[in-house]
Every structure is written in C-alpha cells, then in structure tokens.
C-alpha cells in the first residue's frame, strides 16, 4: 500500500547494487518498489502504478527501451513519468530514450545528489499533473465531477455491469422552472441554489460506488451499479424529498413555492447489442414524462418504453 503523503518509485535495474544504492539514498523520502528485469517492472506497474520510474536500459529479456515503449503505447501507463538511469552515454543513445517518452535521462556513474534532486522535482511536477487533471474532472461551481467525469464512469460501469452481467441503473435530475428562478433571483442566487442542491443530492448517497455528477446546466444524474428499478425509485424519492427540505423560495415555480427537482430513472443488465446510450435515453424519457406531469415527482421508464428504446440503440 502506497504510504500516505509519500510518492512511489519503481527502480527497474538487473545489477542489485545499483538498486541497493538508490534505494538506501531516496527510501526516507519515496515508498520504494524494485524489479530487476522488463518483465516484472512490466507486471508490477500494471497491478500498482508508481509515481515515476528510475529504468535501466540494459537488461536480460526485454531491455528498457522496449519496457518504456509498452508502457508509452497504454492508455493506463502513458502518463508515468520514466527516467532512464544508464551507463549507454551516447547521444543517440539519450535521444532514442527521449523519443520513446522518458522525461529525463541520468547516466551512470551518477552523483546520487543529482539524483536525489531531480526525483524531488519530477516528483513535484507529477503532483501538479495530478491536481490539474483531478481538476479537469470536477465541475467548477458545485465541487462534484462533472459531464466529461460522468461519461468517463458510465463507460466504466456499463463495461463492469457487462462483463459480471448484473443491473445499472441512472437517475437523471433536472430543477423544476430554474430558468425562471435565474430570471427573477438573479444568477448570484442561482449559483448558490445550484451548489446547495448538489450539496443536497451528494448528502442523500450512503454507498461509496454509487455516482453524482453535475450533468449540464441544472442538470444532474447518478448512476447507481448493481441496483434495481426500486432501489433506483427509492433513492430518487429521498432525493427529491432533501430538495424540498431545503426550503430554498421560488415564487415563480409552477410546481411549488420553493426549489424542487424532477427526476427520471432508468435500469437494465447491460449487453453487447446495445450500447450505454440507451440507459441515457431511457432516464432522459422518464425525466421527461415527470416534467410534463406537474413535476416534483420521480418516474421510471417502463420496460416496455426501454423494449422500444432498444431498436433506437442497437
């Protein structure tokens, strides 16, 4: 388990003195994992991914420039910062390195200082990508993961649904009239309603792999892996009901004197012959039929709605 607060290494090297040396000199400050041939740092990195890697480039099997080049050429590595830590001191030797992805290049012998010093500011500069990209998942106003984060995790899900064959189900939310309550409150106050509804939503969650992002606008959805058309209902109806406890005024609504939520859902047991779209599609009908009945209400699309949905999808 990687330690709290420390950044991890994977020191990739056949000559156990080398790594000895490194791992005695950068231990205080990194969680350090050691693998001595391509293979293995390959193996390691895909069940526990390092923080940056320290990778020679001469070794049995697979040598370090085809250990960078695989782990370039994957989705899931790509972005591992890998230093190539070597006795090959040629030019083109360095270049080679750098155009397969390596960040830097530190020949051997090596003053362990300058070691020391730039994994420090590798390690910093991985940090900062990390909150960026952290960032980059989060909606602004209200704090929660927005659209781009959603699609990421509904592809996900759908995937893992798929793959172990068991229910996903989506709620789509939408604030009654918000429109209105921006035209009349001004949209100071609308930013404060936004971020007190997704507030009010997220509270209403108590299991850890269900998900809440902000969809759009004042648009909301969850999806909720291994749960039924009930239990989807269920927490729907919870929902919306900490929306009205909010209490927050709205004169100009149609459906109530302050904020309120419609909300559609939808479930099914993902397969090959449709695609996620139609979880979407059939939260978004059910989302629909609750704004055209009154609203402030939760309705499911039927199964007969999300047979019909199917053909759309395929």
Known sequence: M?????????????????VNILQLNLKTDYHIDVAFDGESALEQVAKNPPDLILLDIQMPGIDGYEVCRRLKNNKNTEKIPIVFITSKNEEEDETKGLELGAIDYIIKPFSMPIVKARVKNLMQMKKQQDILENLSLIDGLTGIPN????????????????????????????????????????????????????????????????????????????ILPGTSIEGALTLGENMRQNVMNLGIA???????????????????????????????????????????????I?????????????????
């Open 2 to 18: 990687k330690n709290q607060g420390r950044g991890k290494l994977l020191l990739v090297d056949d000559i156990k003195a080398n």
């Open 147 to 222: 659209r781009r984060y959603f699609d990421l995790m509904l592809h996900h899900e759908w995937q893992r649904a798929m793959r172990t064959e068991t229910a996903l189900a989506l709620i789509m939310i939408d604030i009654d009239f918000f429109k209105t309550y921006n035209d009349y409150y001004g949209h100071v106050s609308g930013d404060e309603c936004l971020k007190s509804v997704a507030q009010a939503l997220t509270a209403s969650i108590n299991r850890s792999m269900d998900f809440i992002a902000r969809y759009g606008g004042e648009e909301f959805a969850v």
């Open 250 to 296: 709205h004169k100009q609504s149609l459906a109530a004197d302050f904020i309120t939520i419609s909300l559609g859902v939808a479930n099914i047991i993902p397969k090959k012959e449709y695609g996620q779209r139609l979880l979407i599609e059939g939260a978004d009908k059910a989302l629909y039929e609750a704004k055209r009945n009154s609203r402030n």
């Open 298 to 314: 939760c309705r499911r699309c039927s199964t007969e709605d999300m047979m019909d949905l199917q053909n759309i999808c395929k």
